[in-house]
Nanobody
Framework: VQLVESGGGSVQAGGSLRLSCAAS????????MGWFRQGAGKERERIATLNTGGLDIYYAESVKGGFGITRDNANSTLYLQIVSLKPEDTGMYYC??????????????????WGQGTQVTVS
C-alpha cells in the first residue's frame, strides 16, 4: 500500500482544511487507517483512526469536536476534515495504514504503511 497525502497549507486561525490520503490499494483487508501529526520538536501524535468499515473511530482529546475522519474504500481515499484551526494544530500530518487485524488503540509503531506527510501551518 502506498499512501500520498494532500490538502495541507497555510491558513489563519479559525479556518478549515480537508486533508486527503490517496492509497494505491484500499480495501477491507487493509485494516485500520489513521492520521497522525508531528509538531516541531514533538513526538508523532495519533489524532484520528478508524477501523476497516469506518464505523469505529478514535479521536485524540486534543482534536475532538474539530476534526472528522472518514474513509472511502470505493475511491481508495482517507480524509481528515478540520474546522476551527488553531495555531497549536500546526504540524506535519501523516496518513497511515495498519493491516488487518488491527485495533483502534494501536500506536504509531503498529502501523505498517506511511505517507510522506502534508504540512499544515496555522497563524
Amino acid at each position: 500500500v502506498q499512501l500520498v497525502e494532500s490538502g495541507g497549507g497555510s491558513v489563519q486561525a479559525g479556518g478549515s482544511l480537508r486533508l486527503s490520503c490517496a492509497a494505491s490499494q484500499l480495501s477491507y483487508s487493509t485494516g485500520c487507517m489513521g492520521w497522525f501529526r508531528q509538531g516541531a520538536g514533538k513526538e508523532r501524535e495519533r489524532i484520528a483512526t478508524l477501523n476497516t468499515g469506518g464505523l469505529d473511530i478514535y479521536y485524540a482529546e486534543s482534536v475532538k469536536g474539530g476534526f472528522g475522519i472518514t474513509r472511502d474504500n470505493a475511491n481508495s481515499t482517507l480524509y481528515l476534515q478540520i474546522v476551527s484551526l488553531k495555531p497549536e494544530d500546526t504540524g506535519m500530518y501523516y496518513c497511515a495504514a495498519w493491516r488487518a487485524p488491527c485495533s483502534l488503540s494501536g500506536v504509531a509503531a503498529d502501523y505498517n504503511y506511511w505517507g510522506q506527510g502534508t504540512q499544515v501551518t496555522v497563524s
